[in-house]
């Protein structure tokens, strides 16, 4: 699946379960203004493009094998949206900047610096 397609597929799943999420501007990231009922001013922000997204989920091929009833890609995903579940339920007061790193996602308070990857 192309990287903007895995994009667009994450913030449908995260608009789902009673969530809000956009694309932010450029597609340097994601908005979250709802999870899972509960809303969130300010937004935390996903700091991702889909380049990075892409990447990201195809190095994590191999143990998206937790989710068999769906491809590689789509496992992956969805792995993903565990830890981002995971990040955003113990986020520390003040840490709603959102980053993934190789062993999950963390919440950080300030936003890291940007790399321009998606241009």
């Avoid at 450029?26 to 979250?32: A, E």
């Amino acid at each position: 699946m192309h990287d903007t397609l895995l994009f667009t597929e994450l913030v449908h799943r995260l608009n789902l379960d009673d969530g809000s999420a956009e694309e932010a501007p450029d597609r340097v990231g994601v908005l979250l203004r709802r999870w899972q009922g509960r809303d969130l001013d300010p937004p935390y922000v996903l700091h991702v493009d889909p380049l990075t997204l892409g990447e990201h989920l195809r190095s994590m091929e191999a143990i998206s094998e937790v989710f068999p009833d769906t491809t590689p890609e789509i496992g992956a995903l969805r792995l993903l949206l565990v830890h981002i579940e995971e990040a955003v339920e113990t986020a520390p007061e003040g840490h709603r900047h959102l980053v993934i790193g190789p062993a999950g996602v963390y919440a950080q308070p300030d936003a890291p610096p940007r790399t321009d990857r998606s241009v």
